[in-house]
């Protein structure tokens, strides 16, 4: 066994290859796989493995892998499923580093058991396995392509890494037709043991892959991933497709947390937070690839409209506001340096409008002006089919000045109009110029654009720490262990509250009338009263909560209508007192929430609270733990943010106590592995200085196997 796993060097330029399972029937993968490596001009040697020797395509046959006697870096193992161990078996003998099982029929269709043991014996060998059930590897570095996809692979650098190998085979295609050069192509398949987190490390750092495309179904080591991203993102594009928009994938749990944390929203809030641009389809993932990895970084925020059409004009600034494309507004400067070269009829101001009679000569000088402006950083070029548009000539000199633009600011046009402007845009697109026949397209890749310059230029941040009592947390989590609980009661919620430093409102639990008397009075009216019950999960549903209590008299009225409610409506449950507790000052209701989510393990959440907040979903997340400046970019995102920095004359609120709040309940959680989910809802949030205070709190516990 060796101490060390292989580099992934040897994964993606290995010195020599076997085809374990080559097939002298060229109806078979093994056979497609020794078809595209000898066609792809392997700069490494093959090593084609069958039982029955021979020559496939000129390349002599090793009847088996231990016979090989040169370097071995990578096994490709296209056998039947009941066949792979023995071949990795084989590949281990033979000290291959990485094993990249084609074969299909493992945990895909419900066979996990037999995956698991491949990839132990694997690791327990030294060898690190790609698959199954994938579609093999495209590397250009040593021209290897390892796949049974298209012979003909254009070498360039984007690099994709997809899960589905239907989908990555199309795209070996897709790249081809739209002329889109691959540094290297590779399927995850199953994710037995090599993930997406670990093919990025090597990516990152990979000279030829100037862009990374990701095809996500699901994820695995989430965690791992996360840290990852982090780092590619600065130096690289990651372009992410995901499928599975819907709700089905996530984890109904007994609070909004849980209930909320939808896939797909999660997903899309934590990959932001990597750095990742998530594109809404293939194509518009393969366009913004292929002009991404060609595109120069913008120097600045200043983006600039030059089209003949106003309305053209008017759509592509609501595109622009749309992608987060931020318009330059200093109309001085802009009047300067384009009134006097646009008809007096048109408009300096942005979008410039230098109207449907100009002539391509016309845009000549207004990008030539856009370029000599140092104060302008990117331009989109926008044009409409209008009075004797020469949309041939047009394209020489969007040609042109795209070859001057290349290296000083990113431009991107867009032609809309009929045949002579479609074969202006097919052509355009040949000479890898950024061009679309919609706005809203052409726009949309603008702001990829910038969302990789705004990435590189994020402050990396100081993940924030929480001080809290650990011990204390436990010994609460351990009391509800031993009587067989999976939640924590309401006083033992607010303990964990204290132990974190939360403020939580004053309280004392009542088994008597008199009691609940006498604490009321001894808290100070008005107070509040709720139910506490081991059975009782939602008190408020069910009528186990009475507010804005005065004097006395409705202290009592409320005790007995919450025990009439809790009998009659949950006959069977325990109920082991009334909780008597201060009614807090109006505030900001909002709601802080942690849990682990089974893709990115501990997460935190944050949004608008109160009865609401499933029906509004005005909510954010990101993965655990976060830098202050992750923690108020959740804040800043939810379109309730308004309210904290105050509205109609009121007093902006204490945002800072908020921040601090989401850190300490996701260190709680991350701490604690015996919690599962955190909600405070409301957490009522004060004017700025005099802080925020957790009104409920409801903890549940991971069940003993999630625990484990």
């Not at 000129?58 to 870096?73: A, F, M, N, Q, T």
């Not at 039947?80 to 084609?102: L, N, Q, Y």
């Not at 949309?444 to 310059?453: I, R």
């Not at 939640?487 to 964990?496: C, I, S, T």
């Amino acid at each position: 066994m060796r101490s060390k796993d292989p580099s992934m060097r040897y994964l993606f330029q290995p010195r020599g290859v076997a085809v374990v399972g080559a097939s002298h029937n060229e109806t078979k993968i093994g056979y497609r796989l020794v078809q595209n490596i000898v066609a792809g001009r392997y700069t490494g040697v093959l090593y084609p493995v069958n039982p029955r020797g021979g020559e496939i395509l000129g390349v002599p046959v090793y009847k088996s892998i231990e016979e090989v006697d040169g370097v071995l870096d990578t096994a490709y193992v296209a056998v039947p499923a009941e066949m792979v161990f023995d071949a990795v078996k084989s590949c281990a003998r033979a000290k291959a580093k990485f094993a990249v099982i084609i074969s299909s029929g493992f945990s895909e269709v419900g066979n996990s058991a037999e995956e698991k043991r491949i990839v132990s014996y694997a690791r327990d060998h030294g060898i690190r396995v790609v698959g199954p059930n994938v579609f093999g590897i495209y590397s250009s570095s040593v021209s290897l392509n390892a796949t049974f996809g298209p012979s003909e692979v254009k070498p360039g650098n984007v690099a994709i890494v997809t899960q589905s190998g239907a989908i990555g085979v199309a795209m070996i295609g897709k790249a081809k037709v739209e002329n889109i050069g691959l540094s290297a192509i590779i399927s995850v398949g199953n994710k037995s043991d090599v993930t997406e987190a670990g093919l990025l490390e090597y990516l990152a750092r990979d000279r030829l892959s100037k862009v990374i495309l990701m095809y996500i179904e699901g994820i695995r080591a989430g965690q791992e991933l996360v840290a990852v991203l982090k780092v590619t993102t600065r130096k690289k594009p990651v372009i992410v497709i995901k499928s599975g928009r819907s709700e089905r994938g996530a984890q109904a749990a007994a609070s909004h947390t849980g209930s909320l944390a939808g896939e797909d929203r999660v997903f899309d809030d934590i990959i932001r937070q990597c750095g990742v641009i998530r594109a809404e389809s293939l194509q518009e993932a393969l366009d913004w690839c292929k002009f991404l990895a060609d595109t120069t970084t913008p120097r600045g925020e200043n983006a600039t409209i030059i089209t003949n059409g106003g309305g053209l004009g008017v759509l592509t600034a609501d595109a622009c506001e749309k992608y987060g494309v931020r318009l330059y507004d200093d109309a001085q400067d802009l009047k300067k340096t384009f009134s006097q070269i646009i008809p007096s009829f048109g408009s300096a101001k942005n979008p410039i409008d230098i109207t449907g009679q100009a002539t391509p000569e016309d845009y000549d000088r207004v990008l030539g002006a856009a370029l000599r402006n140092p104060r302008i950083h990117a331009v989109a070029c926008v044009g409409v089919q209008a009075g004797d548009f020469d949309a041939r000539r047009f394209t020489e000199i969007a040609e042109r000045r795209h070859a001057d633009y290349r290296s000083v600011k990113p431009i991107v046009f867009s032609l809309f109009g009929g045949g002579n402007v479609e074969s202006s845009i097919a052509r355009l697109k040949e000479k890898d110029i950024p061009v679309f026949g919609d706005v809203y397209e052409a726009t949309s890749f603008l702001g990829a654009v910038y969302a990789h310059y705004r990435n590189k230029a994020r402050s990396t941040g100081t993940v924030e720490q929480a001080d809290i009592d650990a011990s204390r947390v436990q010994s609460v989590v351990d009391k509800a262990r031993a009587e067989g609980r999976v939640f924590l009661l309401a006083h033992e919620a607010q303990e964990v509250m204290l132990a974190a430093g939360i403020s939580i409102p004053r309280s004392r639990i009542a088994r008597k009338l008199d009691q609940a008397v006498r604490y009321a009075e001894q808290i100070g009216y008005p107070v509040a009263m709720k139910v506490v019950s081991k059975d009782i999960v939602h008190k408020s549903d069910i009528g186990g909560v009475a507010l804005d209590l005065e004097d006395k008299d409705e202290v009592v009225d409320a005790y007995e209508a919450i025990l009439q409610n809790c009998r009659a409506r949950r006959p069977g449950a325990r109920i082991e007192g009334i909780e008597v507790c201060e009614m807090v000052e109006t505030g900001v209701e909002t709601i802080v929430g942690a849990r682990r989510d089974p893709s990115f393990g501990p997460i935190v959440m944050f949004g608008l609270g109160g009865i609401y907040v499933e029906v509004l979903k005005d909510i954010s997340f990101r993965a655990f733990p976060v830098t202050r400046e992750e923690a108020m970019s959740m804040i800043s995102e939810v379109h309730s943010y308004a309210l904290l920095l105050g509205v109609r004359g009121a007093n902006k609120k204490d945002i800072d106590t908020v921040e601090t709040t989401i850190v300490k309940v996701g260190t709680v959680l991350q701490q604690c592995k015996d919690i599962s989910d955190i909600e405070i809802n409301p957490l009522m949030v004060y004017d700025y200085g005099q802080g925020a205070t957790a009104v409920d709190v409801r903890i549940l516990l991971s069940r003993s196997e999630e625990a484990a």
